[in-house]
């Protein structure tokens, strides 16, 4: 495997072919995904920075480094995430794992430098997040560090500006919570009435938002589709998700809406979410989804 091998973020790893290629390579790295799409770009980017003859800003995949990076023995590669963390915390990364990191990262590297890993940095505690910016600001020798995250907002805005970030897309990403309660409340309130107006006063936040209405509808959108989807399957034994396990409301909606409706409604969503990566009017296209479901 290396960076010219990943499909999925195409061009997430595109761009850092081009930076490797180029000599530009920064000494922080964020990426914010999902946990397969993070690990896989934080590994290879990793591998490729490791490489003792990268070919055009890629990991060439035959020479020591490459092989020992495969075999999951590279000494200047150094991991860190919750379950590899020292001490007994079991919900967060705590200081002392970056203290070791540190420790580690003030050995003379075997290669030319570290590459650092760091897996669910949305979990470093903030002392722990405190000590790191001293890392991130000047990393011990030409060492890179690399921080994976679901989710930036656990991180601190201290250690967000000194990373150079990356969003990824996932196959089916964790909707975010505010989200995926309009999401569900917007499906009761569908099942409950066929009045347009409720319908549309329940999604109206999302163009209220003086943010960004047109990402906020295409998340929306992403996060509805998974819950219909849900229901489109339960009647064949599907398990119920995380995202549904503790949605009392799930049984009665489906009650409410027959199979046929709720396959409407995911073929509904999607159009919709075509629309909005087309670039249609965002107000419009959840009109046209209020009208159709
Ligand atoms: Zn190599």
Redesign the pocket.
């Given at each position: 495997m290396s960076l010219a091998d990943l499909f999925h973020n195409r061009a997430v790893a595109d761009q850092l072919t081009a930076l490797l290629a180029g000599g530009k390579l920064v000494h922080a790295f964020l990426f914010i995904g999902g946990k397969d799409s993070r690990l896989q770009i934080g590994k290879e980017l990793a591998k490729a920075i490791l490489?003792?003859?990268?070919a055009q800003g890629d990991?060439?995949?035959?020479?020591v480094?490459?092989r020992k990076f495969d075999h999951g023995n590279h000494e200047d590669f150094l991991y860190l995430d919750l379950e590899t963390a020292p001490g007994n915390a079991k919900t967060q990364i705590g200081v002392d794992a970056v203290e070791l990191l540190q420790e580690q990262l003030k050995l003379k590297p075997f290669g030319a430098r570290h590459a650092v890993l760091i897996e669910e940095a949305h979990l470093l505690n903030t002392a722990a997040q405190n000590k790191l910016l001293k890392t991130l600001e000047e990393p011990a020798g030409d060492s890179v560090i690399i921080l994976l995250a679901e989710k930036k907002d656990a991180l601190l805005p201290t250690v967000l500006s000194r990373c150079s970030t990356y969003y990824l897309e996932d196959e089916q990403t964790q909707p975010d919570e505010e989200m995926l309660a309009l999401a569900k409340s917007f499906l009761a309130v569908c099942a409950d009435s066929p009045l347009f107006y409720r319908r549309r006063d329940c999604i109206k936040p999302l163009l209220d938002e003086k943010g960004k209405p047109r990402e906020k509808a295409a998340e929306f959108l992403q996060t509805l589709e998974l819950l219909l989807r849900e229901a489109l399957l339960l009647p064949y034994g599907a398990q119920r998700s995380s995202l549904t396990r503790d949605w009392t409301a799930f049984e009665r909606i489906r009650e409410k809406m027959d199979q046929q409706a709720i396959a409407r409604a995911v073929e509904a969503a999607e159009e919709a979410g075509r629309c909005i990566r087309l670039g249609y009017n965002t107000g419009y296209t959840l009109k046209q989804l209020c009208l159709s479901l």
């Open positions: 490489c003792e003859s990268p990991s060439c995949g035959a020479c480094s490459c």
